[in-house]
């Protein structure tokens, strides 16, 4: 390393502690790569492949770069392409560095830690950890909703079927798993991403410390996790894994559900397919969900998918769901005026995530705001039903505290980037109101100058410019520089003008650009204290972004079923099934379907044969 810049050798440094990573290293206005990682990103992001010289030497190293901001795009395409990627950022202005400027990871992206909008979709973005003994431990972690589940399953079978459930973008697994051939293949076939950790992340007792730490509890029983140790193990090694990424505390992700696969309708990969219940052999319109997705929210499509792949199996929560459709159904009215709200409802979910997370944004809160604020109407429209089901999910905050705020004190219609500025509304901060009275003034100064110069000089032509490089200059054309007065200092020649400066001028500009300085960081301050305020009631806004979406999926389904001509069933504990004019949901959307009836009960027997046609059966 000793003929490379300081910089190289800098790079060099993290890429030897990221080796599984493409490094992104920022350099001024560009993300660079090298070296191997340089060949990857040219052909990934169909960008040129340049070079640059080492010192003192006649090799070259392989270089591709991509403008800063630029960054989302290109990040999108090669996390799609399954690459992990190490942001490397300057940790200091370049302007006050003395030697080197210091850079260091903030961020590591890879498929299942991704947070950005314009990488996900609409459905969930699960990474997956397993630990493996005498049983399995199986963790499922969503960073951008706060989701984080976990379960313990008994056979790696049934591992696969959860898999397939969750759908996962990336696998977090020990070490000693890529040994074991009968299960890495597997996941190999299925596609899925994998994350090899050392075993010691899996270890239950430093799984239990990093799972409890990031919980703030100080019992596993707490955590409804006791004689868990493989859920535990999983869990932990998650969050280890996480931190270490995201180098953030997401403290959004605030509790872990466990779930047992007995508390649903067991169902394996093989059903799931057959059943075209996410998935149909022609489109997805033509799958089960496809049919009766008619949410309103991404968050209720979420649930929605949820419900489909773990459906209920206690008749009392199934019957709670039924008399709700059942009585949306009998009033129009409601339910219309619900969807006409729901529709104007924001991914809540994601962003109160992104405000924990730390990138978040002006416009993100006016999004929340303007979804908050609906809460109130939804619950009013909501009050008039009697279904039980209903009144649980309507009893919840309406955060009027948090509206009231961000109405406050942001504009309707703020820049996405807080280094814009101008996004905190007038009389919201008595210091703010003074900088920008300062501002404005001193630009009303700035041009009552110009038309005294131009009276004192007798140059009409004269006027004072600003640019980013020289700040503010009187520009004086070619034809009129002998009128120019002896305090003007020339600062440039161009082409047609010559550019100057006076003291009166230069006063006025660090007034000005002052002013400005601290207006922005000031704006970036007020924000970040609203955040903060935000952060505070983030539990809150979950339960309401669960509440959404569970109205979403009833009022979906209460849609698709008057729409659909469907009937509320009547559900037994008795050994009997009767259908009558039954239809398939699927299949009379592709063709015509002939209704008809099913009886079986104990005095009407009937016989399930399966197999292939080849053993007989048909």
């Known amino acids: 390393m000793e003929n490379l810049t300081p910089a190289m050798q800098q790079f060099m440094t993290i890429k030897n502690q990221y080796k599984d990573c493409i490094v992104f290293f ?13 060949k990857v990103t040219a052909k990934t992001l169909d960008i040129a492949l340049t070079k640059r010289g080492i010192r003192n030497s006649d090799k070259t190293i392989p270089l591709a770069g991509i403008p800063y901001h630029a960054l989302d795009t290109y990040l999108s395409k090669m996390i799609k ?3 992990k990627v190490a942001i490397v950022e300057q940790l200091e202005d370049p302007k006050f560095a003395k030697g080197i400027v210091k850079r260091g990871v903030t961020r590591v992206v890879t498929p299942g830690t991704v947070i950005d909008d314009f990488i996900l979709t609409k459905n969930n973005n699960f990474i997956a950890a397993i630990s493996f003994g005498d049983k399995f431990g199986l963790s499922f972690m969503d960073i951008s909703t706060g989701e984080f589940i976990t379960t313990q399953l008994n056979t790696f079978e049934d591992v696969m079927n959860e898999l397939e459930k969750f759908n996962p973008r990336e696998l977090v697994l020990p070490m000693s798993f890529e040994t074991e051939k009968k299960y890495s293949d597997r996941f190999k076939e299925k596609g899925y991403y994998l994350t090899y950790r050392t075993d010691v992340d899996f270890f239950i007792e430093n799984a239990t ?42 403290t959004h992700i605030n509790s872990i559900k466990f779930y047992s696969n007995t508390d649903y309708l067991e169902m394996d990969s093989t059903t799931i397919s057959n ?10 319109e033509d799958s089960l969900i496809g049919i009766l997705d008619h949410t309103r929210t991404s968050m209720g499509s979420r649930l929605l998918k949820n419900f489909l792949m773990k459906p209920l199996i206690d008749i009392s929560k199934i019957n709670d769901r039924l008399v709700c459709v059942d009585e949306l159904s009998k009033k129009h009215f409601i339910l219309e005026e619900t969807r006409d709200l729901l529709k104007n409802i924001a991914d809540i979910e994601r962003l109160i995530s992104r405000i924990n997370y730390g990138n978040s944004n002006p416009r993100d809160l006016v999004l929340l705001q303007g979804s908050l604020g609906l809460v109130p109407s939804i619950k009013n429209i909501l009050f008039e039903l009697d279904a039980k089901l209903i009144t649980k999910l309507i009893d919840i905050d309406e955060l009027k505290n948090i509206t009231m705020l961000i109405d406050r004190a942001i504009i309707d219609d703020p820049p996405v980037n807080i280094a814009d500025g101008m996004f905190i509304k007038d009389g919201y901060d008595e210091k703010l109101d003074n900088y920008r009275r300062i501002s404005r003034d001193a630009k009303q100064v700035i041009k009552k100058l110009e038309e005294d110069e131009r009276k004192r000089t007798k140059i009409r032509s004269l006027k004072i410019k600003f640019n980013r490089i020289f700040g503010y200059y ?4 070619k034809a009129n520089l002998h009128l120019v007065p002896d305090n003007y200092v020339k600062k440039q020649t161009m082409v047609n003008s010559d550019r100057f400066i006076t003291d009166e001028l230069k006063t006025l500009e660090e007034q000005i650009l002052s002013a400005q300085e601290k207006i922005v960081k000031l704006e970036q301050e007020i924000f970040l204290k609203i955040v903060d305020e935000i952060k505070k009631e983030t539990k809150n806004i979950q339960k309401i972004a669960e509440s959404i979406a569970y109205i979403d999926v009833l009022t979906s389904f209460t849609k698709v079923s008057v729409l659909n001509n ?7 504990e008795n050994y009997e099934l009767i259908l009558k004019n039954n239809r398939h949901p699927i299949v009379e959307k592709i063709t015509d379907f002939i209704s008809n009836d099913i009886e079986i009960n104990q005095d009407n027997k009937m016989m399930i044969i399966t197999g292939p046609n080849m053993a007989g059966k048909s």
């Not at 509890?217 to 280890?240: C, M, P, Q, R």
């Not at 469907?566 to 037994?572: R, V």
């Open 566 to 572: 469907y009937k509320k069933p009547l559900l037994t």
């Open 275 to 284: 059943l075209e219940l996410v998935k149909s052999k022609n489109n997805k």
């Open 26 to 38: 920022r350099m001024g206005d560009f993300y660079e790569t090298f070296y191997e990682d340089a």
């Open 474 to 477: 009187i520009d004086i054309t």
């Open 209 to 250: 410390i990093n799972l409890k730490n990031h919980l703030n509890e100080d019992s596993i029983n707490n955590l409804g996790l006791k004689n868990k140790d493989y859920a535990v193990s999983a869990s932990g090694a998650l969050v280890t894994y996480i931190y270490e990424t995201q180098k953030n505390s997401l």
């Open 81 to 83: 392409s399954g690459f």
